[in-house]
């Protein structure tokens, strides 16, 4: 899939922009600076692909999130294009075209396959942290090469770290070795001692019912006393509201008397009271006010009669304040009309003096005699032309004669003598070069196929087991991977029975031997009335009875028998604990006993198995005459067999090229040692030695045969220049006296005399120069003179006219100060005149608020009078108000009281409770309370002392129950169960995920190790410019594979000795040819690349976008913000390079 176009229409700070991507091109490199939108556009590859997330868009700071919009136009492998946009949202988020028509949600799944977004991110995805991370994760894996490649082809880092850590996590949980640091065993141990507690918590019977009784007793006894409490209570609770509702009585008497004292006032209503209140409080309200106001009133008139206001000086305000504007520039012209005149006068001198140096009589006759800019032009151009034809010359004239030397030194050169054309020697030696350059390989692959057969000898040996002849091992005596992974399946199988076997034997024993010492324990203790020693003792007296009714003389025999049946009852029920126990330790013990013998049985039946197993896994490897490891370990010495193998093929490959090298070298010495006698040197040296000899004498020849060649072209060229020169200076010749006629007649025109030469020309072309400025400097400072003249006596008119009129007693000052004093006055009585108009105004308001408060006042003394004249007879107005407020007091204390009676009460009748009330003898009732708060301290006495005793009944039980019930044992066991088997699930669960992960690792390194190694090897040479050949592995340490770089002289160096940068180059060639291994067999998405070479030096980054764009089938894409990887792709691409640049 390629992408021909992005259209970012609404998305991060971008609106309607629009990138293309040059098909060809075998690399695209957008460039912008920091802001410029690289974020964006790099984000917006995935989101259009897969989708906006539902929440935190991320790049929706300029656009509302709803409006987002991207677009693209793709291309498939096959031909096909699909164009469409994505817009946010929860469904039909893919549209098509202009007009935004939803499409299919699987319209991508042609172009996208199973690829998701995770996928596309960190496989497809790559920048300069992800590459540094890949890096130092090869450094920490060791270079081991699953660990490697998986993390190249996922992007995922830190693969074998998760695999140990889960491994670590599993065996904290369990391992067959017992540990009591893991958790399974500490549960385990938990549940076993919960059972042990739950067999051992049983209470005796009779003591648990005499302190149940006696329980049962005290809670009787409390309830007798908290009977006669409440009853106590009641009656203390009526007394003492009986006490209350007497005072609450005497209350409303009070309240009642109170009333009839304002009985002359009944008819007149509360409203009345408040009404007269209400006015006389406005009456005195309203008379303070008036005082108040009229005071104020009487300030501001005496304020008005006091202030003065010049109205003819404000009049002529305006006149005051446009001389005030005009006063900075009447200063302004005073100060500068000096200088304006000094100025004037002095370009007026230097005028004078240019007339002088052109030899004119005055500054009239310069400026009439001033040439126009097109006969300046014309003489400028014609003293540049002369200038530069006089250089002309001089130069040929100069080259003319050094010609002539070089030609006089040339002539007298004349080298060695007669030389022979190397050509033919040359051709026959190029004719032999392919085989000579199959001579130059032979010490090479000598070299290579004794660094090779050591390399494999000694990678041979270090296998275990070792193996001594490796070219001597047939590859037909090895067993397949496929057999040897049944075998150790089966043997592997046999082990695991062997050893569960053994572990349930030796459980078994140990739990044998348990029981046996447990039973020895409960024997040392007594016999236990077992159940047949009891049916046995009971069988005996009941044949003595039978013996006794016959008449037999047995009876003190029946009487001990009875005594002994007996006894043997009373002990089974006094150790009913002791024999069921016993019991149950016996039916265990038999149990235990016949399951050890089965297990017996299997353990020898599993051990035969494995022997049986191990003897069937060895005979596999018997024709080589080695002893086997474990099978796990020869799988991977069978994995590393196989390698060698393949370097064994290539050391017989190499042999065989070294074999054809030697004969090509005695069919070559003949012809060479010809070659060399035609030269001249010694034909009998060693093929390489003549070889070197032979081409050093074939460039000395053709160094000799050049240079003659070429001093005798320099002879003739020196010839051609003498004459080339020659006729230079004629055509010079010519075109000064033409030049010379056009020169006479510009001089005439301009002024000058005709002999004038070429520098008193430039001289008054400079003087003609600088007359114009001089004479529009003097028509400038003039005018401004006469205008500051001007402007000075018309201000100073205006000013003195201005004062005699308003202030005749300034006129004889300076006109600035008049008009300044001037405008002083003006602010004053402005100022004046505003607070006049502004304490006429506030004269005005307060008389008219005096006016309306009068009326408010008469008012009130009105509405007054006619609340008097309606008040009953013999009622009088003065102090009305207070009574009656002291009347609505009364009311509402009399309701309250009433209220309290009412709730105090609990229903009781008002009449009623009068009655009692009185009739009740004060003393008498509290003599009664105190008797009966005595007895109720008595009964809380009672009460404490119950309450102990059913504290301590209840210490007893819980003593009894040995601190711990049963239940609680049994729900210790239960939870010690369910956590048992929430940790096997848990360690289930990490042991799957770790070899899930391992078993991932391994398949894609048995699986695509090989091609994408060597891929891996080619990129990595490129990146490296040469400095390494390719990647090898081999086996490391622990006996697993990892990777080493072979540099270009055969050398190996692991991981750990790379560079830094040296290993960011191997991560990323990795991740290349997994890309290209990709593509192979799907249809592949673009590489995204951001600013991988922030690390890289240039010569490294040449190689990385080199490499970035030899990628054909894939189309990859970087963004940077470095402008030198924009200038090295342009120098080292050229039109493979496709630079989209992006501005802020």
């Not at 007269?276 to 406005?282: F, I, W």
């Not at 500054?363 to 003293?383: D, F, H, K, Y």
């Amino acid at each position: 899939m390629r992408f021909l176009s992005l259209d970012l229409i609404r998305y991060g700070h971008f609106t309607d922009r629009s990138i293309l991507f040059r098909p060809e091109a075998g690399l695209h490199i957008v460039y912008g600076p920091n802001e410029a939108g690289k974020s964006s556009a790099l984000s917006a590859f995935s989101d259009l692909l897969f989708g906006f997330p539902d929440r935190d868009v991320g790049f929706d700071f300029l656009h509302e999130a709803r409006d987002l919009r991207i677009g693209a136009e793709i291309a498939a492998r096959s031909g096909a294009r699909l164009s469409f946009r994505r817009r946010k949202g929860r469904k039909n988020t893919l549209l098509e075209g202009a007009a935004e028509t939803a499409l299919n949600d699987d319209a991508l799944a042609a172009f996208l396959g199973s690829l998701e977004r995770p996928v596309f991110e960190r496989a497809f995805g790559l920048d300069s942290e992800r590459l540094r991370a890949g890096a130092d994760e090869m450094l920490a894996d060791g270079g081991e090469i699953g660990q490697m490649l998986f993390s190249a082809a996922s992007g995922l880092t830190g693969l074998r770290i998760a695999s140990e850590r889960l491994a670590a996590d599993a065996d904290a949980i369990y391992a067959p070795r017992r540990s009591q640091t893991r958790s399974f065993y500490q549960a385990l141990d938990r549940h076993d001692e919960a059972r042990k507690a739950e067999r051992a918590l049983e209470l005796n019977a009779s003591d648990w019912k005499a302190l149940l009784k006696e329980e049962r007793e005290i809670d009787e006894e409390i309830d007798t006393v908290q009977d006669r409490c409440r009853k106590r209570a009641a009656r203390i609770a009526e007394l003492e509201r009986l006490q209350r509702l007497r005072g609450l009585v005497l209350e409303i008497d009070r309240h009642v008397a109170a009333l009839a004292e304002l009985e002359d006032v009944a008819s007149v209503a509360d409203e009345t009271g408040l009404a007269l209140e209400t006015l006389e409080a406005d009456r005195q309200r309203l008379q303070a006010t008036i005082a108040e106001k009229g005071g104020r009133l009487g300030g501001l008139r005496r304020d008005l009669e006091a202030l003065k206001v010049d109205d003819a000086l404000l009049e002529r305000r305006g006149d005051v304040s446009r001389l005030g504007v005009e006063s900075g520039l009447y200063a302004q012209a005073v100060e500068a009309l000096p200088a304006r005149r000094l100025a004037r006068d002095d370009a007026m001198a230097e005028l004078a003096g240019y007339a002088a140096q052109l030899g004119l009589s005055s500054v009239e006759e310069l400026e009439s005699s001033s040439p126009n800019a097109m006969l300046r032009a014309e003489l400028e151009q014609l003293v540049e032309e002369g200038g530069a034809l006089a250089r002309e010359k001089a130069a040929a004239e100069k080259a003319l004669a050094e010609g002539r030397q070089a030609l006089s030194a040339l002539e007298g050169d004349r080298g060695e003598g007669h030389l022979v054309d190397p050509t033919p020697l040359r051709r026959r030696y190029e004719a032999l070069r392919p085989d000579i350059l199959s001579l130059e390989e032979m010490e090479a692959l000598e070299t290579e196929i004794s660094r090779r057969e050591r390399s494999l000898g000694a990678s041979a040996a270090g296998l275990r087991p070792a193996i001594v002849d490796i070219f001597a091992l047939s590859q037909a005596e090895l067993p397949n991977q496929a057999e040897l992974r049944r075998h150790r399946d089966a043997v592997a199988s046999a082990r695991k029975a062997d050893g569960d076997s053994a572990r349930a034997l030796t459980e078994l024993m140990d739990e044998e031997a348990r029981l046996s010492t447990q039973l020895a324990t409960e024997g040392e203790r007594g016999p236990v009335p077992t159940r047949a020693a009891i049916v046995a003792a009971r069988t005996r007296r009941d044949g003595l009875f039978r013996a006794f009714a016959e008449g037999a003389s047995a009876a003190q025999s029946y009487i001990n028998a009875v005594e002994e049946a007996d006894r043997l009852a009373d002990g089974a029920l006094d150790d009913a604990e002791r024999v069921a126990r016993l019991g149950e330790i016996v039916k265990r013990l038999t149990q235990t006993q016949g399951s050890r013998e089965t297990m017996a049985l299997r353990r020898d039946e599993a051990a035969a198995a494995l022997e049986r197993a191990t003897a069937d896994y060895r005979g596999l490897f018997s024709r080589l005459a080695i002893a086997p490891a474990e099978p796990d370990e020869m799988i991977e010495w069978l994995r590393a067999v196989e390698t060698l193998f393949v370097e064994r093929e290539a050391v017989q490959s190499l042999r065989d090229k070294h074999g054809a090298a030697l004969r090509r070298r005695d069919e070559l010495l003949p012809a060479l040692r010809a070659l060399a006698r035609d030269l001249g040197i010694d034909a009998e040296l060693p093929a390489l030695a003549l070889c070197r000899q032979i081409g050093t004498a074939l460039d000395r020849l053709s160094e000799r045969w050049a240079g003659a060649r070429e001093r005798e072209g320099q002879r003739a060229a020196a010839r051609q220049a003498i004459e080339a020169r020659v006729s230079e200076l004629a055509v010079l010749e010519t075109r000064k006296a033409e030049f010379q006629k056009r020169y006479t007649v510009a001089l005439g025109r301009f002024g000058l005399a005709p002999d004038t030469g070429l520098a008193a020309a430039r001289a008054a072309l400079a003087l003609r120069e600088r007359v114009p400025p001089l004479l529009a400097s003097r028509e400038r400072l003039s005018r401004e003179t006469a205008a500051d003249e001007a402007r000075i006596a018309r201000f100073e008119d205006d000013a003195r006219a201005l004062a005699e009129t308003v202030a005749p007693e300034m006129a004889a000052d300076a006109p600035a100060e008049i008009i300044r004093r001037l405008a002083e006055r003006v602010e004053i009585h402005a100022t004046r005149a505003t607070r006049r108009e502004t304490l006429e105004e506030n004269a005005a308001v307060l008389q008219r608020e005096i006016d309306a408060l009068g009326v408010g006042q008469e008012n009130c003394e009105a509405r007054i009078g006619e609340i008097a004249a309606s008040l009953p007879e013999g009622v009088s107005i003065a102090g009305l108000a207070e009574r009656l407020k002291m009347r609505a007091g009364l009311r509402q204390e009399l309701r309250e009281a009433r209220r309290r009676f009412d709730e105090g009460s609990d229903g009781a009748d008002e009449a009623e409770t009068r009655a009692l009330a009185a009739g009740l003898d004060i003393a008498a009732c509290r003599q009664e309370l105190e008797t009966l708060g005595s007895d109720q301290a008595d009964d809380n006495e009672a009460f404490e002392t119950l309450r102990e005793r059913r504290l301590g009944c209840r210490h007893r039980k819980e003593a009894m129950g040995q601190g711990q019930s049963a239940e609680a044992a049994a729900f210790e066991r239960v939870s010690a169960e369910a956590e048992a088997r929430d940790l096997a699930r848990e360690w289930v669960v990490l042991k799957l995920a770790g070899r899930l992960l391992d078993s991932a690792l391994d398949r894609y390194r048995e699986g695509r190790a090989d091609p994408i190694l060597a891929a891996a090897g080619r990129h990595f040479r490129a990146l490296t410019r040469g400095a390494f050949d390719g990647l090898t592995q081999a086996y490391g340490e622990q006996d697993t594979l990892v990777l080493s770089a072979l540099r270009a002289g055969g050398e190996e160096v692991p991981v750990g000795g790379l560079s830094d940068g040296t290993r960011d180059q191997l991560y990323l060639a990795l991740r290349l040819a997994f890309l290209e291994d990709y593509a192979s067999r799907n249809e592949p998405a673009p590489l995204i690349v951001d600013d991988i070479f922030q690390t890289f030096d240039d010569d490294r980054s040449a190689a990385g976008l080199k490499a970035l764009s030899a990628l054909g089938r894939i189309q990859t894409i970087l963004f940077t913000h470095e402008a030198s990887v924009v200038e090295i792709a342009q120098r080292e691409l050229a039109g493979q390079a496709d630079i989209i640049r992006l501005e802020r």
